[in-house]
């Protein structure tokens, strides 16, 4: 499916099947709306008292070479759904159902997930470990996320897991990578150092300003949080050096100018950045609106016009919704599944209880079994992994669908009571933020 944009002076044109991305000229960008409907003369006639006749016929004769040659208007491939349900690469440990902060916009209930705080014990976690090892058929790579609620209030089984998951590494064959998620109230130096040991990866929340950090992500005394987080940061930061880190915000309607928020981030010094748009109920005074559109699209250009003037320069910043590959695609899985939750990922709760992603802990009717028992209600995850592009409506006809793979479940069930149907306003702001990546990709290709 061919795609066509206009940003930042520059034509755009994106083959979502082929791949192929590149600049082209105003007339060759207008031509491209009849090129694939209309013959050669009557597009002549619509452009001959605009352009000169030589550029017009040029024009049509290059475009008609991209067709034959496949790299515009390729034909969607016929992808049919995979049959590996089943077989987990993934597990995502909620290790804590509780939090030491009091996020105003938090989905799962300030780390309860609305049911008792509760912490993993190290028999849930080792027996998370031995599940996906059994389950995880021949598949060498597998991945444990440590979530919560806030994982650092359990860092002892946090410590003892990643221990036994190396030991079971040699008896098993297979090869674990970690992530940790934190809101750094408790990261400090001691903390720091295990994580830059043992987590591949490791993902810090933080809002950007003071203000509007501490307006979302008080204490549970109400008191701000900002300081000390920010300080335990820069500490982790500078210590983590070359490893992987995000530093991750959620912006809300209480601060629409984003972009301020993720120029403060990286004027700390912070290299990798993400923000994400709140995801909640119409009613609270933070949530966004469709009617927010065009000035969340502004601050992404402003984002945007931050990273190119930065690249290659000291004060350089890496913007996750801004990298993406699109030489080198995902598996067919990937493209029409996007996240594999409930399919080859899960989350698992402190009880031990297996859920489709972290965001249906606790909410029992999508309970899919445990870790001691198996999977037990397997059309559950079923019901996941047959839900993707090939069967929502709204994605059969959409340009951005093989970088979604059909969105968020959990965002599709929030605004819709089901997984079936796509939040449409996350649609909406993940196909401005892709524009602005792809924009991105054609000024980098000519530098």
């Known amino acids: 499916m061919l795609h066509k944009f206009y940003k930042n002076g520059l034509h755009i ?7 192929v991305l590149f600049e ?3 007339l060759a960008y207008d031509i491209l709306e009849y090129i694939n409907t209309d013959n050669d003369e009557k597009i002549t006639e619509i452009f001959k008292n605009k352009h000169d006749l030589s550029e017009i016929k040029e024009t049509i004769y290059e475009l008609r070479n991209l067709i034959n040659e496949k790299l515009i208007f390729e034909e969607e491939k016929n992808y049919k759904q ?6 987990i690469k993934a597990l995502c440990l909620n290790i804590a159902h509780d939090c030491d902060l009091r996020c105003k916009y938090c989905f799962a209930s300030q780390g309860s997930y609305n049911s008792k705080r509760a912490l993993m014990s190290y028999d849930v976690a080792k027996a998370s470990i ?4 059994t389950n995880s058929g021949k598949r060498h790579n597998l991945e444990i996320d440590f979530f919560g609620g806030e994982p650092l209030l359990n860092f002892e089984v946090v410590k003892q897991t990643v221990l036994y998951a190396k030991q079971r590494e040699k008896e098993s064959g297979k090869k674990f990578k970690f992530t940790l998620t934190t809101n750094a109230l408790k990261l400090d130096a001691e903390t720091g150092d295990f994580l830059n040991e043992h987590m591949d990866n490791v993902v810090l929340s933080l809002d950007g300003r003071a203000e509007i950090h501490d307006a979302m992500r008080p204490l549970k005394n109400g008191q701000a949080s900002y300081d000390i987080i920010i300080k335990n940061i820069l500490d982790f930061v500078k210590k983590r050096k070359d490893k992987e880190y995000y530093v991750r915000g959620t912006y809300t309607a209480l601060n629409r100018d984003f972009s301020q928020d993720v120029i403060h981030m990286s004027n700390l010094g912070i290299k990798n950045i993400s ?6 109920d119409v009613r609270f005074k933070y949530s966004l609106a469709d009617t927010d559109m065009d000035a969340l699209d502004s601050e992404y250009d402003k984002i945007a016009q ?3 003037k930065r690249k290659g320069k000291d004060n350089e910043f890496l913007f996750f919704h801004f990298n993406i590959d699109i030489n080198s695609s995902p598996c067919v899985y990937k493209k029409i599944s996007g996240c594999g939750a409930g399919t080859d990922y899960m989350a698992v709760s402190p009880d031990g209880k297996l859920y489709p992603c972290h965001q249906f802990d606790s909410i029992e009717k999508f309970c899919i079994g445990n ?5 037990i209600n397997k059309e559950i995850g079923q019901d996941f992994f047959a839900t993707n592009i090939l069967t929502k409506e709204e994605c059969k006809n959409c340009w951005a669908k093989y970088h979604c793979g059909g969105g968020c479940y959990a965002a599709g069930y929030k605004a819709n009571n ?3 149907k796509n939040d449409n306003l996350a649609c909406e702001m993940l196909k401005k933020r892709l524009e602005y990546a792809l924009m991105i990709k054609v000024i980098q290709s000519k530098s």
């Open 82 to 87: 995979g049959e590996n349900f089943g077989i």
């Open 306 to 308: 931050e990273y190119i």
């Open 13 to 19: 044109v994106y083959d979502n099947v082929s791949g």
């Open 275 to 280: 923000v994400e748009p709140v995801s909640s």
């Open 130 to 133: 031995d599940f996906l090892i």
């Open 24 to 26: 082209t000229d105003a």
């Open 418 to 420: 089901d997984i079936h």
């Open 371 to 375: 870790v001691f028992d198996g999977i």
